[in-house]
């Protein structure tokens, strides 16, 4: 069965082999380990341990988002985060439970978040101290220049968080040109194509000095993560972590870099992505966003409007011919969503696009021919 979801993503075998065996994380024998991913993530960021300090932590992407907001932001603080999508409505939910005070920027959901509007609103207010950006809007497929927004927020004197979880190591990133961004937040089973369970901040370390001992929270606070390497060393872990998907992680990171790394990894993921988008209108299928704006990691597909549809009669004909696509819609309009990430090669892709094909001709919707 291959997963054609936005995470978590098909792994190849050898990444799930490292997790076939016991490991005991304090072990001298398995310290390297963690000090060899911390450093080999800070390279995928386009920088080094002079400027950043890679932060792991146990769980998914919303903990490592909670973790970022709750050290970074003032406790209480407002920050301004552009409404592109699922994902940033995710990201503005986050922030108002832990108790910031959010002020949003309206984005279309077929348009890029615009720099010169998010300068603009931070500088009509001088409260908010932070911009939080979503690099891929995983909700409707499209990548947003982060760098340009940065850029935006930096000439308005205010700091950035970055959700990359379903960029990082794909797209483009020089953290070291961006010294305005406290934190950029990713996790091991997106487009590293490692397992679930892992997160990561890669933080800013004069922030994390500045930022000790407001976070609220033990168990999410960055600052402690980040003193706690400085005195116990960069292969500790304060708490259990998951030490298998550590182990399988590290063989990703292998494989990421005998396959090129992220301009290889992006390449792949464009062309996954073209099948897809080509093999959906061949089908008679319109796409959510004009090709223009689509990114390489998420494809939307609008519902066809025909009495036979179900999204989940879809999901169950696609996943008995071996593919599984989301079962729910993410989108205003209904849409139904299809991941180009993870170890999928293109034949895989087309294989899925026959897939698709064969189970709309079975329900016997429009111009979808049998394949
Ligand atoms: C996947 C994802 C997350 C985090 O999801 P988790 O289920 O918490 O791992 C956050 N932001 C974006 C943009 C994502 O794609």
Redesign the pocket.
Known sequence: MKLLI???VSTQAAVRAAAALDYAPWDNDFRPLNVDIRARVLGVAGTDDTMHATLPLQ???????EAALRTFVPHGGRILIPATGA??D??IRLAREIGCDVATLPVGETERADPAALEAALLADPTISHAVL??????SGIIHDVPALAQAAARAGRRVIV?????FGALPLSLRDLPMVDGV?F?A??CLEGL?GL?FVIGHIGRLVECQGRAGSWSFDLADIYQHALRVGWGSFRFTPPAQVMAAFQVALDLYQAEGGQPARLARYTENMGILYDGMRALGLRPYLPEAMQGP??VNIHAPEHAAWSLQGFVDGVKSRGFVVSNFYNTKQPSFRVGCIGAISPADMRDAVAAMGATLAEMGIGQAKAA
Not at 134 to 139: A, C, L, Q
């Open positions: 936005p995470g978590p769980g998914c992407g919303h903990f490592a988002m994902y940033a995710r990201a979503v690099y891929s809007e995983t909700g959700d990359a979880v379903s960029a937040v996790t089973n997106k679930p997160a990691i998420v």
